[in-house]
């Protein structure tokens, strides 16, 4: 498969295609195959990805970090192909680079890729996006465990939810055995009792969090301000009040209460 070809599957958006097929074009990838390979495994990436940025400075909206990592997935579609997994979770996993470019715009009026140090999960072949949800084979404490993450742009819905975790159950047993019996477990913002106070038990989010035990809780983090604000700056008294929920937040952190995030298992 192409650069071109994965581009097109997952509808990256031509701000970020167009000038990532133009230097791809002109660009010898086998020249940095080495770094390439070591990017995509977690243990090696950090390094990797410094040294790629080295080489291919300067580097505008890391386009040519975003090329790279379209290069990598083009190769990994080999190893879908021969694992079974279907081109649909190929496409919907990739697919995460064009709903960060969409995140980034959002947050700051431009396409660029500004997540090049998590895809290494998905042209890892580490997470996969099987339905609304993706799933991490991770290793925490020793323990394989399967760690769910919620994508921007998923619908949790009760009825979305249970067609997502089904559909893990019958993925990793069938793909990855050695992760057959393992907990699930979720870290989000979304798991923060916190947020009881403020939404009823039939909303999305609670129904979601009601799936878990919680197990642990970190009252200082602040990465929930991304995805309530659509900012990364932790100063409530400039937090939008677009919604109920963003202006009632906004009013319980300023009187000093703290939102924070939650670690729970699937129950």
Request: glycine fraction near 4%; proline fraction near 4%; charged fraction near 35%.
């Amino acid at each position: 498969m192409t650069i071109r070809e994965v581009c097109e599957r997952i509808k990256l958006q031509p701000e970020l295609a167009e000038p990532v097929l133009a230097f791809s074009e002109s660009f010898d990838f086998e020249s940095i195959r080495p770094q390439l390979d070591r990017f995509q495994t977690r243990e090696t990436s950090e390094d990797a990805l410094e040294e790629l940025r080295e080489i291919l400075k300067p580097d505008e909206r890391n386009i040519k970090i975003l090329a790279c990592t379209l290069e990598c997935a083009s190769k990994r579609y080999e190893d879908y192909v021969k694992k079974g997994i279907s081109d649909k979770i190929f496409n919907d996993t990739m697919g995460c680079l064009t709903r960060f470019g969409d995140e980034c715009f959002r947050r700051t009026g431009e396409y660029a890729c500004d997540r090049e140090w998590w895809t290494v999960r998905q042209i890892g072949m580490t997470v996969f996006r099987l339905g609304e949800l993706e799933f991490e084979m991770n290793i925490e404490e020793g323990k394989k465990v399967i760690n769910i993450h919620i994508p921007s742009d998923a619908r949790i819905t009760e009825e979305n939810c249970d067609a997502s975790i089904a559909q893990a159950k019958a993925f990793f047993p069938k793909h990855y055995p050695e992760y057959a019996e393992v907990d699930y477990i979720c870290d989000s913002w979304l798991l923060a009792p916190a947020l009881k106070k403020f939404l009823p038990e039939t909303s999305n989010i609670i129904r979601f969090q009601n799936r878990f035990e919680i197990y642990k809780e970190d009252l200082d983090n602040t990465e929930f301000t991304e995805w309530l604000y659509r900012t990364k700056e932790y100063k409530p008294e400039n937090f939008s009040e677009e919604t109920s929920l963003q202006r009632n937040i906004k009013k319980y952190i300023l009187e000093g209460g703290k939102i924070g995030m939650a670690f729970g298992r699937l129950r």
